[in-house]
């Protein structure tokens, strides 16, 4: 999903699991599969420069334990918990409207942040 002022990211992010549906349509008869590790926006060094709130970015521990506890997961994309699987499917399905939404939300979070 993409929503606004992240435009690059959103773009890398997209192409890479394009690469993977293809690759996995290629090897599917020699049945090599392929998946998405789908991990949320987690607190860590490299989130650091994106206007996110503290609150959107993910415990790196728990995330990196519910990839491990998930990586045997026969579905392409593979979330480290059953919540942000659901939030996934929903950026998938609902991709312009769950952009929308979170871009308000951030506009809304900035604001209020600007005049504390």
């Known amino acids: 999903m993409g929503f606004a002022n992240i435009s690059p990211y959103a773009s890398s992010k997209g192409a890479v699991e394009a690469l993977a549906k293809c690759l996995?349509?290629?090897y599917e008869k020699e049945g090599i599969t392929f998946h998405i590790l789908h991990p949320p926006l987690t607190r860590t060094k490299s989130s650091a420069p994106f206007p996110f709130p503290a609150e959107y970015k993910a415990d790196p521990k728990t995330v990196g334990y519910g990839l491990a506890e998930?990586?045997?997961g026969k579905g392409f994309v593979i979330c480290h918990s059953f919540l942000?699987?659901?939030q996934t499917e929903?950026?998938?399905l609902f991709s312009l409207r769950m952009g929308r939404f979170?871009?308000?939300k951030m506009a809304?979070?900035?604001g209020?942040?600007?005049n504390t």
Do not use: D, H
Request: glycine share 10%.
């Open 102 to 104: 979170m871009s308000g």
């Open 108 to 110: 809304a979070l900035s």
């Open 70 to 72: 998930n990586i045997n």
């Open 90 to 92: 929903l950026c998938y």
């Open 24 to 26: 996995s349509l290629e």
């Open 112 to 114: 209020r942040e600007g």
């Open 84 to 86: 942000q699987k659901v």
